[in-house]
């Protein structure tokens, strides 16, 4: 099944990557959000992103490989690299854009849907019970969700043959790796059209053939994360000496802080609900073996930075400051 009409629901974070690393790649993409206000916090992620774009592209001449720290392989192949045609891209991907508060107008000829909402359960499944009639029957739906498994909302989708999960990393146009899930009904028609649509908008397929909650990459990094913030909570150090220990003991690029900043800590908090719902993850066993989770202190750190307004990078602020371009004010 060949896809043209994308749309994607959410414009956060992630969602308007997605939405502009998919209309880069030549797709019609219409970003469905749920209010006005939602318009209003969409548009300057989009810009914003317009201008990372650029700017990676500007970085990727001066790449001596595909292999070197510069080079966005989201962006282009390295033997036929043209930067003239990438920059036309970004810009014509940006300007094209559509944003869309009518629902039934934003999916009425779509080929795929992807759910990219906060990680609220309660969310996602009005949103697929309210999306479920509106679509054409041709439409394939998945799931974005970093932390909720799909199964617990393919009843909601009304078509479990056609619903599963693609899972992108933050800096998709860098780190292009999209994690393909399925769930026990999903066709094996459904989940080769979206590996193949993956293929489409430069992305890495990585197919996860059984249901994983954290899928491959959240199953390694949310324990690092989470174990970082635990740090805190528990009075042990700050954030930067936290970060600090990471980054020169492993020659990492970021911190869990950092990344914590990275995806936005209202984000952060929703994957702390979700993850202290697992079974025996926080059991005596677990704390003998160096694993405490402090949930009720993370929480709590969160929830005080949330308070006052520092919401991560896209906010200027969240456990560091930032200047205009992104990068951290010491």
Known sequence: MAFKKIVVAGGGVLGSQIALQTAYWGYDVTIWLRSEGSIGRCQPKLDKFEQQYLEAIEGMKGAESANDPAWCAGLADFD????????????????????????????????????????????????????????????????????????????????????????????????????????????DASFQAVLEFARGIHMQPLPVKKEKAGYLLNSQLVPWMLSGLDLLANGIS???????????????????????????????????????????????????????????GMKAVLQKYIDEGKLGMAAGEGFYKYDENGDIIR
């Open 80 to 187: 036929t690299f043209d930067a003239d045609e990438c920059v036309a891209r970004a810009r014509k991907a940006h300007d094209d854009m559509k944003l869309e508060l009518d629902l039934a107008k934003a999916v009425a000829d779509a080929d795929l849907v992807i759910e990219s909402m906060a990680e609220v359960a309660d969310q996602k499944a009005d949103f697929f019970k309210k999306v479920a009639p509106l679509m054409p029957e041709k439409t394939i739906i998945v799931t974005n969700s970093s932390s909720l498994l799909p199964s617990q909302f393919t009843k909601d989708t009304g078509r479990p043959d056609r619903y599963l999960a693609l899972h992108f990393a933050n800096s998709i146009w860098k780190h292009n790796v999209t994690e393909v899930m399925v769930q026990s009904e999903t066709s």
């Open 238 to 296: 700050d954030p930067e000496s936290i970060d600090k220990a990471w980054t020169s003991g492993t020659g990492a690029p970021k911190g869990p802080f950092q990344v914590f900043d990275t995806v936005g800590l209202t984000t952060a908090m929703n994957i702390v609900d979700q993850y202290q719902k697992v079974p025996g993850i926080a059991t005596p066993l677990l704390r003998k073996m160096m694993l405490p989770y402090n949930f009720k």
